[in-house]
């Protein structure tokens, strides 16, 4: 098991290594405008000045050394346009919380109420609650999603009493988005769980099962969920980047100052080094998700601690 | 051999409904299974062996219903059931089923350890390391050595051979009465089947348990039945003993298909094979199902379904050949091999 974590750690920071000189070099390609706030204020010789002193003109893989290392001592750099002058990891820090916050909490309102559902549609294949779910599925996936998102914001607010923009000191103007962000998961999670236990209910063990004289519920829960969410666990690391990565729609609706929208608009502005920045975090993160998701996996299905190949299942 | 039958099949019509039409799975099937004997069910793939049998646990599935008939098990109308509840009473404690591919019909993420103890405390009603000493036991019993070491693993640490021993532990372990084995050997390979079928043929001496075997296989009928059950197209053909239906067949299927076994043929000669196809299930046969494909069919087969003849008191087959109006026609040559070759035990 150690062997296998050690292994799986040394592939992810290769993997890192690589998207990291990739982005670097992209990023060198792009307009010198990406490093100056107002660059057409400013004569060639204070741009070269800049540029030099930024360390631009040096030899690539210098360039790429100093960035390595400036990284390996924690820091990110500062933006040139978004904010100008403010250290990027201070951005970050301001803005990252309450993006993961959301993001955690919606995420397990999906999981507390989407696995449930796609477990109680598979028990119930054809009947009332796999008829709700399926419903739910096609209206959450059908209609676009800033429909109901507003729809929930106006009706949710004078429903519930609650102001239609966030605060973060009061709980419950918390709940509408949240909730917001949920609706598309849950009917993820629980669309997948439900195709993944009925293929589990089909097989074999599962009749041998019934032949020993367990009863559904019980097969249900001991053997079929655990079997079904072994294939869910691949979703993982998407849920946790967009956890981190926030809604953009939801937070510019309730005015969140989160994470929201943040990449795209650094890139809009051509920041430079917060590209570089933004994209370091959000692929460590897709890294560590998908990790997290291989342990998960390891820890849950025997088969896969084993250190040599066994044919595909 | 007791004559008193622990199950007794009367009568019974099994349908399934699939994409909007009924198929006739089980045709009016009367069987008596007598307690400790061994009873082996032949027949085609689609010929209803397995159907008939999982009815005895309830275990077809949901677009399946019995239309009449009914299974008699203790007192009890089985064929009345319909409640999961009534059912577990049943299943595994009374009737337990080892199926056929021992690949997948163990749960690949618990240990077969817990596989097995699950079944022990389901039925009988031991927990903790009393429980764990019981299955030890049973893993001994099944010919599974280390079974300290061996019940910590996980199925995909088995050979296919192993598991099967498994899932045959996992039956034992429910106490049953009745052993349902659906083709045990057929995923096995040669060398192999044999120590399935001496195992089984161990345990339930040990455990004095009667047995049903369903199988396309005639050399396990000749090792381990007392009785042949000859199916065809969703009906029996033919019962008897094993000597008799082996070496005294009567229905003309049964014929074709004891033909049909490549040890009967000789070097440079074409194997037989049985010509057509088994008739189409979603339409109500007339008469012997059999006959569009028989060669000896008589007129009357066509028309009106054969009732069963007896041809001694512990063989009867269902064929209009067997009435004393009908014309005399001798078996197959090639069946005169079977007695020859000494096909049983």
């Not at chain 1, 978004?82 to 919606?106: E, Q, T």
């Amino acid at each position: 098991m150690a062997k296998y974590l050690l292994k799986r750690i040394g592939q992810s920071l290769f993997t890192l290594a690589i998207i990291l000189t990739v982005v670097f070099i992209m990023v060198r390609q792009m307009p010198i405008d990406g490093y100056f706030d107002n660059i057409d204020k400013l004569d060639d010789a204070v741009i070269q000045a800049t540029l030099q002193k930024m360390g631009l003109n040096d030899p690539l893989l210098v360039q790429l050394k100093n960035f390595f290392v400036n990284l390996f001592h924690g820091d990110l750099g500062t933006s040139a346009r978004y904010s100008a002058g403010v250290p990027i990891a201070d951005i970050v820090v301001r803005k990252a919380p309450i993006s993961i916050k959301m993001g955690l909490l919606s995420m397990a309102v999906s999981l507390v109420l989407g696995i449930p559902l796609g477990a109680a549609m598979a028990r119930s294949k054809n009947k009332f609650w796999d008829k709700f779910g399926t419903v739910f599925i096609v209206l959450v996936n059908a209609v676009p999603a800033a429909v109901y998102y507003i729809y929930i914001q106006s009706f949710g607010s004078t429903l519930f009493g609650v102001s239609m923009l966030f605060d973060e000191k009061n709980p419950v103007s918390w709940i509408l988005p949240v909730f917001s962000m949920s609706l598309g998961n849950i009917a993820y999670y629980a669309m997948w769980l439900r195709r993944y236990m009925v293929d589990e209910l089909n097989k074999d063990y599962v009749r041998l099962a019934r032949a020993k004289g367990v009863d559904s519920r019980k097969i249900t829960m001991r053997h079929v969920f655990r079997n079904a969410f072994v294939p869910m666990i691949q979703y993982i690391p998407t849920s946790l980047l967009y956890t981190v990565s926030g809604s953009i729609y939801i937070e510019s609706l309730y005015s969140i100052p989160g994470m929201g929208g943040l990449l795209v608009d650094v890139i809009s502005r051509q920041d430079n080094p917060m590209v570089q920045a933004l994209v370091m975090i959000y692929s460590c993160i897709g890294i560590v998700g998908m990790l997290l998701g291989d342990l998960l996996m390891a820890v849950i299905d025997p088969r896969i601690s084993l250190q040599k190949k066994e044919g595909a299942r | 051999m007791d004559q008193t039958p622990i199950l007794s099949v009367q009568n019974l019509n099994i349908k399934f409904s699939l994409r909007g039409k009924q198929l006739h799975a089980i045709r009016d099937v009367s069987l008596d299974l007598y307690e400790g004997e061994t009873l082996a069910i032949v027949g085609e793939s689609g010929s209803g062996k397995s159907v008939l049998t999982k009815a005895f646990m309830g275990l077809n599935d949901l677009n399946g219903w019995i239309e009449s008939g009914h299974i008699y098990y203790k007192g009890q109308d089985l064929a009345a059931f319909t409640t999961e509840k009534q059912w577990l009473t049943i299943r595994g404690g009374e009737i337990a089923m080892v199926l056929q591919d021992p690949m997948t019909s163990l749960n690949p993420l618990k240990t077969i350890g817990a596989q097995i103890t699950e079944a022990l405390k389901l039925h009988r009603q031991v927990t903790g390391p009393e429980a764990y000493r019981k299955m030890i036991e049973i893993l001994n019993d099944v010919g599974i050595a280390h079974p300290e070491a061996r019940a910590k693993q996980y199925p995909h640490e088995f050979s296919g051979g192993m598991r099967q021993r498994v899932v045959i532990a996992i039956a034992i372990a429910c106490s049953p009465k009745i052993l349902i084995c659906d083709e045990p050997t057929t995923a096995l390979d040669v060398t192999i089947q044999a120590q399935i079928l001496h195992l089984i043929r161990d345990l339930v001496r040990k455990y004095n348990l009667t047995t049903v075997y369903i199988t396309h296989d005639l050399g396990v009928v000749a090792n381990v039945a007392d009785r042949v059950a000859v199916m065809y197209a969703g009906d029996i053909v033919e019962i008897g003993s094993s000597r008799e239906v082996f070496y005294d067949a009567r229905h003309p299927y049964t014929w074709a298909l004891l033909s049909s076994l490549p040890q009967l043929g000789a070097k440079g000669e074409a194997l037989f094979s049985i010509k057509g196809t088994p008739p189409n299930l979603y339409a109500e046969i007339k008469g012997d199902a059999f006959a569009p494909r028989n060669p000896h069919a008589l007129k009357i087969d066509f028309e009106e379904r054969p009732p069963f003849f007896d041809v001694s008191p512990t063989h009867k087959a269902r064929t209009w050949l067997l009435d004393p109006r009908a014309p005399h026609v001798e078996p197959p040559e090639i069946l005169k091999r079977l007695k020859k070759a000494g096909a049983l035990k």
